[in-house]
């Protein structure tokens, strides 16, 4: 069955990077776009773009470019999502979710906790 | 300030029916697909209807999506307690080429 299994929460001080995992584990990897989720404290979903499955090449949501930084490593099938410059305001958790088609996402991860905090 | 506006919240009693809106424009919801999701607590959201109609295998009829227009409904019958969540509608916008939520509504099973 599929699985999307995330690596664990981070707690990061300001200004600090962090790199959260996504392994992928029952499909053939490369043949879905991966694409990332926000959910800060007690607020709803906020896209923030995608690895596309086509070219390997990260989409970013505008207003997160800059910052985040999408890859994968399709030897270990296996998603990153790295934010550098953290700021307080970036303490949310962190979804990979796999995508049938256009916002369909059809499977997600459990969720990356990043808490970002001096 | 989401593209895509839902209810903030909803209520029924146990075995009754609910509807969830979302409504959008042109751009998102009049040209593309529809997704919703569900969201119990401390939980990652849960695929429950793509399409606008279509439900994945596993979830029951009760659930079920319609669309017209810009707008789009979930739908919720035989309510159970078991069902309170937080509800999220999704798509595609093409204006901002960016995924788009609404967001979020809360459903209460009285």
């Known amino acids: 069955q599929v699985q999307l299994v995330q690596s664990g929460s981070e707690l990061k001080q300001p200004g600090a990077s962090v790199k959260v995992s996504c392994k992928a584990s029952?499909?053939?990897?490369?043949?879905?776009?991966m694409n990332w989720v926000r959910q800060t404290p007690g607020q709803g979903l906020e896209w923030m773009g995608y690895?596309?499955?086509?070219?390997?090449?990260?989409i970013y949501a505008q207003g997160f470019t800059g910052q985040l930084v999408f890859s994968w490593d399709t030897s270990v099938n296996t998603a990153y999502l790295q934010i550098s410059s953290l700021k307080p305001e970036d303490t949310a958790v962190y979804y990979c979710?796999?995508?049938?088609?256009?916002?369909?996402?059809?499977?997600w991860g459990q969720g990356t906790l990043v808490t970002v905090s001096s | 300030q989401s593209v895509l506006t839902q209810p903030p919240s909803v209520s029924a009693a146990p075995g009754q029916k609910v509807t969830i809106s979302c409504s959008g424009s042109?751009?998102?919801?009049?040209?593309?697909?529809v997704s919703w999701y569900q969201q119990l607590p401390g939980t990652a959201p849960k695929l429950l209807i793509y399409?606008?109609?279509e439900r994945p295998s596993g979830i029951p009829d009760r659930f079920s999506g319609s669309k017209s227009g810009t707008s789009a409904t979930l739908g919720i019958t035989g309510l159970q307690t078991g069902d309170e969540a937080d509800y999220y509608c999704?798509?595609?916008?093409?204006?901002?080429?960016?995924?788009?939520f609404g967001g979020g509504t809360k459903l209460t099973v009285l």
């Open positions: 979710a796999r995508d049938a088609k256009m916002v369909h996402f059809d499977h």
């Open positions: 029952g499909y053939t990897f490369t043949t879905y776009s």
């Open positions: 690895i596309s499955a086509n070219t390997g090449n990260p």
């Open positions: 042109s751009s998102n919801i009049g040209n593309n697909y």
């Open positions: 399409d606008n109609t």
């Open positions: 999704g798509t595609w916008d093409n204006r901002l080429s960016a995924g788009v």
